[in-house]
């Protein structure tokens, strides 16, 4: 049985979605908390002022999709297809999410609360972390290679165990690469 598709369609308020594939849609001010998005995919798509904290993603599929002002905390991102995976993120809150794995290359994150997210053995190489408070976010193994992070802040990165090649920061910056080597910078 083929899933329903949807196009071009802008859905506001809504607290529940019917199992399809959504190309060119947008979501506003939806509660989809917890929801269960297994299978479903999204192709070119916006979600603006959501809250997707909790959703299950298993073998969703997220391609060229925005995230704008969303509530996103605890999402496993790793589960979903990695098939063509593009997602951006605007001012979302994305604590205790995880890209365990994820191919995240050229992710954009701007204005993110990203505590404590595990990236571990991902690749966000290109990725730009714009003003994006990184508390506890956890690298290891981490490919950053060209990565921007410039105005990012609260990030702990261990250039030992993390590929940093061409990556950017900034001076304020450098403490955050350091704290492993038990430098005192003052």
Not at 53 to 67: D, G, H, T
Not at 75 to 102: I, W
Not at 139 to 160: G, Q, W, Y
Request: negative net charge; proline residues 2%.
């Amino acid at each position: 049985m083929e899933k329903p598709y949807h196009t071009d369609q802008v859905f506001d308020k809504i607290d529940t979605l019917a199992l399809g594939e959504y190309e060119g849609c947008t979501f506003r001010n939806c509660q989809f908390e917890s929801a269960d998005f297994k299978n479903f995919q999204f192709v070119d798509c916006r979600f603006e002022d959501c809250n997707l904290s909790l959703a299950r993603l298993s073998a969703a599929s997220f391609q060229k999709v925005y995230f704008q002002s969303c509530k996103m905390q605890g999402l496993r991102f790793e589960a979903c297809n990695p098939f063509l995976f593009e997602v951006h993120f605007k001012n979302c809150v994305l604590n205790l999410s995880s890209f365990y794995q994820v191919n995240g290359k050229g992710t954009s994150f701007e204005s993110c609360n990203l505590h404590e997210v595990d990236f571990t053995e991902a690749n966000f190489s290109e990725a730009h972390f714009e003003e994006c408070d990184l508390a506890g976010a956890l690298f290891d193994r981490t490919n950053l290679e060209k990565a921007d992070f410039r105005n990012a802040f609260n990030f702990r990165i261990s250039p030992t165990i993390n590929r940093l090649k061409k990556a950017k920061f900034s001076q304020d910056g450098l403490a955050g690469l350091l704290t492993d080597f038990g430098i005192v910078i003052s």
